[in-house]
DNA sequence: CATGAATGAGTTTTCATTCAT
DNA sequence: CATGAATGAAAACTCATTCAT
C-alpha cells in the first residue's frame, strides 16, 4: 500500500488554498471533536487551541455545524466508499481466488486507513448517533453502496462454494462486526495497550473463517 | 427467564420513595439523553417534557451530571455484571455442557435484557467515550469483573477441548464484537427493519461456533 | 376623557402577572428602543438600565423582536383602531351632526392619546419602515379596519353636504397628514418648542376646514 | 423642468474621481440602507451587494457612519435648501402673482425631486430620528434657512390679502403636512397603488385652499 | 488601489443552578 | 416538596475595522 492514506493531509495538499490559521483551526477541532464530543466542545475553546481569534473560525465555517460537517464529510463520502470498492474490483478481477485472501486484504486496508484517521474515526462513530443528517450520508454511502457491492462479493465466493450456508446479511455483518470490534476495542475501549496488530488480525481472520468450534 | 427485566420499573418498584415527578423525570431525562445525548439535552428541556419545574429536577439531582450518572449507573453496576455472572455459575455448575449452549443462554439473555433497556443502552453506550468516569465504573465492572469471569469460564471450555486454539483475548473479543455487531445493527443502525430475531441470533451462533469457511 | 389612557399602566393594572423585574426591563426597552431604534439598542444596555440580568429578559421574551412586538402590538391592535371607532359610533349615533366637531372630538382624543403613549408612538413610527411584520399588522388593523369606517363616515357626511367633492380618499389623506404633521412636529421634530396645543389644534382645524385662500 | 434632479448621477458626473467600485458602493449601501436601515445594514452585506471585497469600503470610507454621512448629507446640503429657495426668487422675481402658482410649481418641484430620489428620500427621513448629527444639519439647514425663507414669503402673500388669518407657522405646517403626507403615503405606505400623480396633487392643492367645508 | 484574512469587542441567546415563596 | 423567577457565566455568532500582501 504506496498511498498515504492520511485524508487531512491529502486535503491540505490538494486545496491549495488553506491558510495556515485555516489549518491549525481544523486541527484544532478535530482534536476536541474527538475528545470530548462536538457538543461539548466549544468554539472558543477551538480558537484558543488553534491560537485563533474566535471570529476567525466563522470566517470559514458559517456555523459550528459546518465545521463539523467540514470535517466528517470527507471520512464518509470521497474516502470509504471508493476504499472499499477498490478491494471489490480486485476481487472480481480475481485477484483474490480466496474469500480469505479478499479478507486479508480489507483487514490490513481498513486497519491502515483507521490508524492514519483514528481521531476522524472516533469523531464520525461518535457523532452519528447524534447528527441525524450524517446519519443520512453514512446510510446512503454505506448502507447502500458498500452493503450492494460487498452482497455481490458474497455472492460470488459463496456461488464458487467457498462459504457456508448463511444469510448473506449475516455473513456482512458477521464480518464487519468481526473487523470494527477489533478496531474499536484497540482504537477507543483499550488504546493503552500494546496490540500486536499482526497476531491479532490473523486470529480475527482464524475466527471469521473457522469460528471457536475444535474439530 | 422468569423476571421483569425493565431496569427502570425495578427502580421504581423496590425503591418506593420516588415521587410521581420524580418518575416523570427520569423518563424524560432516558428519552431525550437517547436521543439528543447528555451534552445536548437542557434541563429545561427536560423540566418541559416531564412537566415539571426546571427547580424541581435539581431537588432531587445536585446536577445535571448527577441526572445521568443515576440513570446509567444501575445500568452498569447493579445489572450488567450480576446478569452475566449469574449465567457463568450455571456453566460452571455444569449447567451447560457444550459451549454452544451457554452461548445461546447468553445471547438470549443479552438481547432480552437489552430490548426491554433499549433508551438505557444507547445513552450507555454512547456516553462512555465521552465521560471519562463512566468508562472509568464501566472499565472496574466490564472489563474486570466479566472479564475475569469470562476468561475463566474460556478456559474450563479450552481445557474440556470444545474450543479452538486463539488466545482467550481473542476468543472474547470475537463474540463479544459477533453479539454487539448483532445489536447495534438491530438496535441503532437499522431498527427500521423487521428483524427475524430468532433466525438472526441462530445464524449468529452459527457463525460463532463454525466460521465462514465451508467444509 | 375621563379614562386613562396610558397603555403600559392599562397593562400593568389588568395583568397582574408582571414581575417588579418584568416591568422595568419594558420600561427600560421602551425608552432605549424609542431613543435609539430597536437595532441600536442592545439587550445587556436594556438589562443594566433595567436593573436586572441579562438573563432575565430572555426568560420573558424569547427574543429581542419578541419584546419589541410584545411593547409595540397592543398599540396597534388593541388600541388604535377601537379608539377610532368608538368616535365613529357617536357620529352614526348622531352625536356630531357637523363634521367639524367630529373632527374636534377625534383630534382632541389622539392628541390626548398619544401624548399619554409618547414614546410608544415614537417606536411605532420608527419601527415600521424596518419591520415588515409590523407593517404588515399596521396595515391590517388601520389601512383596512380604520380606512373603511373613515370612508363610510366621509360618505355620510359628503350625503349630507357638508363636504366639498374630493375623492374620499384625498379627504382622508388630507385629514390624516394635518393631523399627524401637528402631532409629529410638536414630538418629534421640536418637542423643545413650548406649544399652545389648544390654539395650534384650533388652527389646524380651521385649515382642514376651510383651506388657506381668504375669501 | 428639465434638469436632471437624480442626485447620485449629479454627484456621479460632477465629481469623475469616482471608480467604478466606489459607486457600486454607494448604490449597494443606498439600497441596503434604504431596505433595511442604516444600523440592521452591515458593510459586510453592502460589500458582497457591490461585487467587492470588505477592505474597500474602508479605503473610501473611513468608517461607517461617513458612509452614511456621504450619502445623505448633499441630500440635505446642497439640494433641498438651494431648491425650495430657488422658487422662493421666483416668487420674490413676481413671477407667481398668486399663492397657488406658487404651490402648484413648488409641489410639482418636490414630488419630481423626490421621485428621482426616492431611496436616498427614504434614508433621510428614516435615519433622522435616529442620528442626533444628521438632526443637527437638518434642523440648520431645514429649520432655519427654508423656514425663514418660507417664512417670509407667507408674510409676502398674507399682506396681499390673499391668505387666511392663521399664524405662519400653523400655515407651513399645514402646507407641508399635506404635501408630505402625500409624499409618504405614495412612496412609504402604500407604494403598490397605482396612484393618478395629477389629479392627486391637484386635489391636495384643493384641499390646502379651500379646505373640507362646502360652502 | 483593492483584497480578504484576521481580529476582538460586542451581540444575542442558552443554560445549569440558586433561592425566596 | 414544588415552583419558577432570577442569575451570571459562557455559548454561538456578528461586525466594523485593520493590515499585510
Known amino acids: ?51 485563533v481569534a474566535e471570529g476567525t473560525i466563522f470566517r470559514h465555517y458559517k456555523t459550528k455545524k459546518e465545521l463539523l460537517y467540514f470535517i466528517v464529510e470527507p471520512m464518509i463520502k470521497k474516502v470509504i466508499a471508493p476504499f472499499v470498492i477498490k478491494d471489490m474490483r480486485k476481487v472480481l478481477d480475481q485477484e483474490f481466488e480466496e474469500f480469505e485472501d479478499f479478507l486479508r486484504a480489507m483487514i490490513t486496508n481498513m486497519l491502515l486507513f483507521i490508524s492514519e484517521n483514528k481521531l476522524l474515526f472516533r469523531i464520525l462513530i461518535q457523532e452519528i448517533p447524534f447528527q441525524p443528517e450524517l446519519r443520512e450520508i453514512f446510510k446512503k454511502h454505506i448502507a447502500t453502496e458498500v452493503i450492494t457491492r460487498f452482497s455481490e462479493l458474497i455472492s460470488y465466493y459463496k456461488e464458487k462454494g467457498q462459504l457456508v450456508d448463511l444469510s448473506t446479511r449475516a455473513i456482512i455483518r458477521s464480518v464487519v462486526s468481526s473487523i470494527f470490534g477489533y478496531i474499536i476495542a484497540r482504537n477507543i475501549l483499550a488504546p493503552e495497550i500494546d496490540w500486536n496488530n499482526k497476531e491479532e488480525m490473523e486470529q480475527t481472520i482464524q475466527f471469521i473463517m473457522y469460528g471457536l468450534k475444535r474439530k
Chains 1, 2, 3, 4 share one sequence.
Open 1 to 51: 500500500m504506496r498511498e498515504q492514506e492520511n485524508l487531512l493531509e491529502e486535503l491540505f495538499n490538494q486545496d491549495k488554498d488553506f491558510t495556515d490559521k485555516q489549518k491549525k483551526i481544523l486541527i484544532a477541532a478535530i482534536e476536541s471533536f474527538a475528545e470530548k464530543g462536538y457538543a461539548s466542545t466549544s468554539t472558543s475553546e477551538i480558537a484558543k487551541k488553534a491560537g
